[in-house]
């Protein structure tokens, strides 16, 4: 049994929007819930009551209500959610509380920085709004941005919702050949840009980059560009291009257009290792309900509150950060590197904007515990309640790292979903006590289950991690995929009937979530199947390691495990080092977690929103073409891989 690190008081418990909502439920139904466990049970046997709840929980902004909750309950993919029901997403986040509250609050790291009250983004919304009608922008038009994490992204975003346009976005350290990837599939009609931005000290050109991926973009009619890098902006070589700040106006108010409840809200994209990205779209109000629902029920966002999330725009966590304004939130926006001028650059962040809710990433936490950063002794981190950690399992020395040198009294919620749901099926928990290395519980209205290679259910298990009934945020499919074949062989495929994630997961007997990895990267020595992270939680503790890979390789008639590790500049792998790893793997998890190989190499390839990419490395290995090696953030890193004598 993991070691239970934090309870919540009696009167945070008392005071949580989940109790709230439980007792709202049960003055409304007559029924009694004695735990969580029972609520949540509830929530996956009555998806009709509980959603429509969550709806008037939360007080979701409707020109019209739902004829029907819930059609064709038993399909899925198939089913259908609030028929009937029209509203729209941006006035959602927009028409809630006042106009001086603040919405936006901007850093980046060369300490540039802005405040945006509601009023304000209103306005802006509007103008940019004007600006998209009068060109002929509307419902089921696509608007693309190729922008840092800065407050016209959101403008946009919001701007082109509030005329029922479908937004996608890429960060701008995507390469022409990754956004043509993207953005060709979808044929935006907008393209938003910035001149420049700066990041890890270096200032990176945009515009010339800009005039290539057009020649890639015919849909392309208008261009607009942010000025960013405090240089002169010249538009004369992009056709049709306009200043940010020269566009719509601010007399004409905003015209909500009132759209169905799985009208296309956005276009998010799969990581493109292993193929073509996938377009997957993503609805207006099962969107919006699911994160009305986990920001407030499971993260216990407040009006008001500071929330902050690391993340770009090319990553869901950024569409799952704005659409905390549709909770009262102030949301905090931070581009640059997270460890510029220093590692403890974020963390001096939650000091100066007193940060209520902190979203990372683990591979930072645990990236600041190998650099000593001990913030709890140095910064005033009182406001912070939530820390939230995504992207890759959460390890428990990281866990252990934060309470013991961040906060001690602080609910840290490892969260689990994926671009795939825009949302999460397992996370976190403002009721429930934190446990090293176990994400608190899985969502409400989440039917996850795990499931044995035959599909059936497993307690206590590994397995492959499942949903077993529809939710609100299941994509509307994929884009260009007409027939549903390609959404269908995604997730539907091995199990009947039955969303399968793809991760390698097990429930405790408490109701919480342990995630071991990815099942396409699970590693099969003798027919055991291992995940990646049981290996990695005890090799990156290790004081020479800065981070490692774990494969599986064909090796006589078996698979036997490749450990790459990187190692810090001083350190040597020798024969000392690496019975130091082999040791700690053997007594942290098992003999057969133990990699036959270890090897040392200059860096771990990483996709652009930081997890590590082992099926690329698997294939470089194995001599197969890493088919879209654009995807990676460093493609390079792949050299290191083979040859190698010692695989052949």
Partial sequence: MNAILWKPSPARVAGSQLTAFTSYVEQKTGDRFSDYQTLWEWSIENPETFWAAVWDFCKVRASSSWDTVLKNPQQMPGSKWFCGATLNFAENLLERGEDEAIAILFRNEVGQSREICRG????????????????????????????????????????????????????????????????????????????????????????PKVQRLLEHLPSIQHTLVVPYSGNPVRLKNISNAK????????????????????????????????GTPKCIVHGVGGTLLQHLKEHRLHTNLRAGDRFFYFTTC???????LVSGLASEATIVLYDGSPIEPDESTLLRLADELAINVFGTSASYLAAIEKRGVRAGFKYNLDPLRTILSTGSPLTKESFQYVYRDIKSDVCLSSISGGTDIVSC?????PNLPVKSGELQCCGLGMAVDIFDEQG???????????????????????????????????????????????DFAQRTPEGGMIIYGRSDAILNPGGVRIGTAEIYAHVIPIEEVVDCVAVGQEWKGDIRIVLFVQLHQTAIMDAALKEKIRRAI?????????????????????????????????????????????ALANPESLTNFYPRNELI
């Fill in 243 to 274: 200043l940010w700040a020269e566009v719509g106006s601010v007399r004409i108010p905003i015209e909500y257009l009132q759209l169905p409840f799985d009208h296309p809200l956005y276009i998010l994209y799969s990581s493109g290792t292993t």
């Fill in 425 to 429: 099926f397992a996370l976190g928990n």
């Fill in 120 to 207: 304000e983004l209103r306005s802006e919304v509007a103008r940019i709004a004007s600006w998209l009608r009068e060109n002929g922008i509307g419902s089921g038009d696509r608007v693309a941005a190729w922008m840092p994490n800065v407050p016209e992204t959101v403008v946009m975003v919001l701007a082109a919702a509030s005329l029922g346009a479908t937004f996608s976005s890429c960060s701008p350290d995507f390469g022409i050949e990754a956004v043509t990837e993207r953005f060709g599939q979808i044929e935006p009609s907008v393209l938003l840009v910035t001149d420049g931005y700066v990041y890890g000290g270096k200032h990176f050109d945009v515009l």
């Fill in 586 to 630: 053997r007594v942290g998890s098992s003999p057969r977690h133990v990699p036959e190989v270890i090897l040392a190499v200059n860096d771990i390839p990483k996709t652009r929103s930081g997890k590590t990419a082992e099926l690329a490395v698997r294939d470089v290995i194995h001599q197969r073409r890493v088919i879209n090696q654009d």
């Fill in 456 to 502: 059936e259910s497993l307690r206590g298990e590994k397995g492959e991690l499942v949903c077993t009934r529809p939710f609100p945020s299941m994509p509307l499919g994929f884009w260009h995929d007409k027939t549903g074949v390609r959404y269908h062989n995604a997730y539907f495929d091995r199990f009947k009937n039955i969303w399968c994630h793809g």
């Fill in 314 to 320: 090319g990553w869901m966590m950024w569409n799952w």
